[in-house]
């Protein structure tokens, strides 16, 4: 299974980004085999608009079942849940963190967004 983490960075010792329509990058991590790939999310932290959308595309083109972020607004929320990927809200810690506390069912799935658009 793919799970995508919003990231500050390339590394899995690297925070979490608290935002996700505008975080960094993201870290896709497979369950399966342990292996991480960071999706850089420059097009994103500068738009003026649609960010939260085009960051779920990118998610979901990724091939995630499942995303870890901070925080998820409303639309963002509604293309990821359109596309069944259950989205988990975790913040604080590294990637590591994050993907330990999803490992041992820490993290409770979200049944909506957590923040207005454009926060």
Do not use: C
């Not at 790939?37 to 083109?61: H, P």
């Not at 925080?71 to 809200?89: C, E, H, Q, R, W």
């Amino acid at each position: 299974m793919k799970i995508a983490i919003s990231s500050e960075g390339k590394e899995l010792t690297d925070k979490m980004d608290t935002r996700f329509g505008r975080a960094k990058g993201f870290i896709i991590y497979d369950t399966e085999s342990g292996r991480a790939d960071y999706i850089d999310n420059k097009q994103n932290l500068e738009s003026a608009q649609g960010a939260g959308i085009q960051s779920a595309r990118t998610v979901i083109d990724a091939g995630a079942e499942a995303l870890i972020s901070g925080n998820v607004g409303p639309k963002a929320f509604a293309t990821l849940n359109s596309a069944k990927i259950d989205i988990y809200l975790f913040n604080g810690g590294s990637i590591n963190d994050a993907i330990t506390a999803y490992k041992d069912g820490k993290l409770q799935k979200s049944t909506d967004a957590n923040v207005e658009g454009h926060w």
